[in-house]
């Protein structure tokens, strides 16, 4: 059908001069809606979107395929910001849902993801409900009434995966305002900042985050600690990350029987564990959101060699 992606060919494409009416996913003969493309496709498929903005509400409906910009076949990152879903504040922008335990996992790649609203229940950008994963993704300004107002992660038996991703000026009117993880999950390399609601909650959940940076994100309704939250038993793993400016609470939980562990890393108000420390980060540019460490920055190769 085209070029290939993810080691793959490319089943169909969507393009913002594609038609539904008369196109057939080809190269040639894109959809203009990536909700054509995935109600054609079948789980295993590969669906590559062009560059322009997409004024839709999607659903995976239960197929494990890969949505994916020119990211997947380039590498090239300026694709993530110039190919967007856009949820207009209809609904969840993006629906990861009804994926089988047996089966692969949904991919969604090198997209930018904006304008979800859920007012009345969880996951404003994202829901995933099965075993998914989110990669190299923006994930901003969304709205859940509930938690996740940027993704929301719900019973990964098998456990869902969110790396390399970047999520800014999400809400959630209870908790998670950046991520809501129910179940397994993996957040690795994500630049989690702005969120109203806490930057990540984690509620009867086996959680880890590598590599990442929680920064700069306030309080919603039902929110105690801002930048990381454990309730109801949850198990967070925390390493090489850096926690800091979440209005002076930076990670807790707020009831028993939660596990929190950190290690290597930087959190305001200091945390017990080994290889961590207190200090400015000292970023490139925090203004203009380039949370890069700063040749001066403190935090320079302290960090373990070892992620997992």
């Known amino acids: 059908a085209g070029g290939k992606g993810y080691g793959q060919e490319v089943d169909f494409y969507v393009s913002k001069e ?25 789980s295993g498929d590969i669906i590559l979107v062009l560059p322009g903005t997409y ?11 890969t949505v994916a910009s020119k990211y997947l076949t380039t590498e090239d990152k300026s694709y993530i910001e110039s190919t967007i879903i856009d949820g207009n504040y209809n609904d969840t922008t993006v629906k990861m849902s009804g994926m089988e335990d047996s089966k692969p996992s949904g991919i969604l790649i090198g997209l930018s993801v904006i304008n979800g609203k859920n007012s009345g229940g969880s996951g404003g950008g994202v829901i995933c409900t099965s075993s998914s994963k989110i990669l ?25 995966i969110i790396k390399n991703c970047i999520l800014n000026g999400n809400i959630a009117g209870e908790k998670g305002g950046g991520i809501e993880a129910r179940g397994s999950v993996k957040i690795n390399n994500c630049v989690i900042v702005n969120n109203t609601g806490g930057g990540i909650g984690c509620y009867q959940s086996n959680v880890t985050i590598l590599n990442s940076t929680i920064l700069g994100n306030s309080g ?14 949850a198990t967070i793993n925390i390493k090489n990350t850096i926690v800091y400016d979440n209005g002076n609470r930076s990670i807790g939980g707020t009831n028993e029987g939660h596990v929190i562990n950190v290690s290597y890393s930087n959190v305001e108000g200091g945390y017990s564990g080994i290889g961590n420390v207190d200090y400015s980060p000292l970023f490139v540019d925090k203004k203009n959101e380039d949370f890069h460490l700063g040749n001066d920055s403190p935090l320079l190769g302290i960090g373990s060699s070892v992620s997992g």
């Not at 038609?19 to 003969?29: P, Q, R, T």
């Not at 309704?221 to 038993?233: D, E, L, S, V, W």
Request: glycine share 16%; proline share 1%.
């Open 18 to 42: 594609g038609s539904d009416a008369s196109g057939n996913g080809s190269e040639s003969k894109p959809f203009a809606s990536i909700q054509k493309a995935i109600g054609t496709s079948k």
């Open 55 to 65: 004024k839709e509400n999607i659903n995976y409906n239960g197929k494990d395929i």
């Open 136 to 160: 190299n993704c923006i994930i901003n300004n969304n709205y859940a009434g509930s938690s996740g107002g940027g993704v929301y992660f719900n019973d990964q038996s098998r456990g869902a």
């Open 220 to 233: 919603g309704a039902h929110t105690r600690y801002f930048g990381i939250q454990a309730h109801n038993n």
